[in-house]
């Protein structure tokens, strides 16, 4: 796939190049109509009404005639050489590309060579090598190519942690430097993915596809704008440590954690901006960790949590999704389906502004779901067909009788706050 990429790349680019033959013409054609254009504007200008005819060619008029005969040989004689100076720029350009291209494949090939070494140390050269690589990518193909296959070293299984038992040392250091290279992978695409969009060594725009990743290290994407391309974590298992949205800004991209289980650790989306684009959080297993939202903004775009499953019991450890002090507006939450059997999910001091949560058919027993002093203004937030009883806080958020955007089941409308 690569290759067809970049052999697609370097036809598109010689695609671009007329025939001489065909470039001449159209540029004789162009001047014609332009000179044509030209002196009919001034004709105009001028309110010239007729040309005086006369039987005789004065010297002067013979003079006048030479010198625009030269003139438009020089014209066309210049015309031709621009043609030619722009199909020589063109190929220059086509084979510095091509040139570009040889030593960039011999770079990654290298590159990739040295993530298969038995070696933690040679691997994790191969690993700057390839965000190197990366960065300096003749096009973003190639570019793509190099965040590709970090990605896909990431989705390797690998051999578990055997524990810091004397008998199985080596194993574990062994475990642990290679765990090392899995982290630096992740801080490089969280540095990279940070830069602002159009700069150098920004990765902003480009897929992340983390299916069936374990993050069990650091990934920062704090202060990052999502306006483009797809962060798939579908899959994804979440055991430690935090990956880190503050402040970021999703305007026009997908980030997917469909699937994904957060058995530990913390998804943080505080004072971030949702105004285009979809997180997806779709039958996700929250059995601990935490998912926050606290003091985001959500103007748009669409956050699902369509099917996610809140599980309690002997799995739960602290399983939390806060929406604590958000502000909602012109966008759509879904908890669809939702159970909710243990852990928290916040939407306390929360503000529904013209937006539309949706809660239909979820089911609520043991956990606990918080609308204390919620505000509910415009939008809907519905809870058709909920089952169990009415979560924390919310019968008293909406009043008696509740406000129309608020929609409950009409076993909670005869339970009092």
């Known amino acids: 796939m690569t290759s067809r990429r970049r052999s697609r790349?370097?036809?598109?680019?010689?695609?671009?190049?007329?025939?001489?033959?065909?470039?001449?013409a159209l540029t004789f054609v162009a001047a014609v109509l332009v000179a044509g254009g030209v002196f009919y504007g001034l004709v105009v200008l001028l309110d010239f009404q007729e040309i005086d005819t006369t039987a005789k060619?004065?010297?002067k008029t013979l003079f006048d005639l030479v010198k625009l005969s030269f003139g438009v040989v020089a014209g066309a004689g210049a015309l031709v050489a621009l043609v030619v100076a722009y199909r020589r720029q063109r190929v220059d350009e086509a084979g510095a590309h091509r040139e570009a291209t040889r030593l960039h494949t011999e770079r990654f090939s290298q590159a990739v060579d040295r993530l298969g070494s038995d070696s933690p140390a040679v691997r994790l050269g191969g690993v700057h090598a390839l965000a190197g690589l990366a960065d300096d990518a003749p096009d973003d193909n190639l570019r793509q190519t190099c965040i590709d296959v970090l990605c896909a070293y990431l989705q390797l299984p690998f051999t578990p942690d055997p524990g810091n038992d004397p008998s199985h040392q080596e194993e574990h250091h062994r475990y642990l430097a290679f765990r090392k290279v899995r982290h630096t992978i992740l801080r490089l695409i969280g540095d990279h993915y940070r830069r602002p969009l159009g700069t150098h060594r920004s990765w902003q725009g480009c897929n992340l596809d983390l299916t069936g990743v374990t993050i069990d290290g650091n990934l920062d994407?704090?202060?990052?704008t999502f306006s483009g391309g797809e962060v798939d974590f579908s899959g994804a298992t979440f055991s430690a440590d935090m990956v880190n949205f503050f402040n970021a800004t999703f305007s026009g991209a997908m980030v997917n954690f469909?699937?994904?289980?957060?058995?530990?650790?913390?998804?943080?989306?505080?004072?971030?901006?949702?105004?285009d684009g979809?997180?997806?959080?779709?039958?996700?297993?929250?059995?601990?960790?935490?998912?926050?939202?606290?003091?985001a903004t959500f103007s748009g775009g669409i956050v699902s949590f369509d099917g996610a499953r809140f599980s309690g019991g002997a799995t739960f450890s602290g399983g939390r999704v806060s929406f604590k002090r958000a502000l909602l507006s012109g966008s759509t939450v879904s908890f669809r389906v939702a159970t909710f059997s243990g852990g928290t999910v916040d939407f306390s001091v929360a503000a529904f502004f013209d937006s539309r949560v949706n809660f239909s058919?979820?089911?609520f027993s043991d956990g606990t779901v918080d609308f204390s002093d919620a505000t509910f203004s415009g939008g809907t937030v519905d809870f058709d067909r909920a089952r169990g009883p009415a979560p924390d806080g919310l019968l008293a958020a909406v009043g008696t009788p509740p406000v129309t955007t608020v929609n409950l089941p009409a076993g909670w409308l005869t339970t009092s706050p």
């Open 258 to 275: 469909r699937n994904a289980t957060f058995s530990d650790g913390m998804v943080d989306f505080l004072i971030a901006t949702f105004s």
């Open 278 to 295: 979809t997180v997806d959080f779709s039958n996700a297993n929250f059995s601990g960790g935490t998912v926050d939202f606290p003091n």
């Open 221 to 224: 994407f704090s202060e990052a």
């Open 9 to 24: 790349s370097l036809n598109e680019r010689e695609l671009r190049l007329w025939r001489v033959g065909r470039a001449l």
């Open 57 to 59: 060619l004065d010297a």
């Open 361 to 363: 058919d979820a089911a």
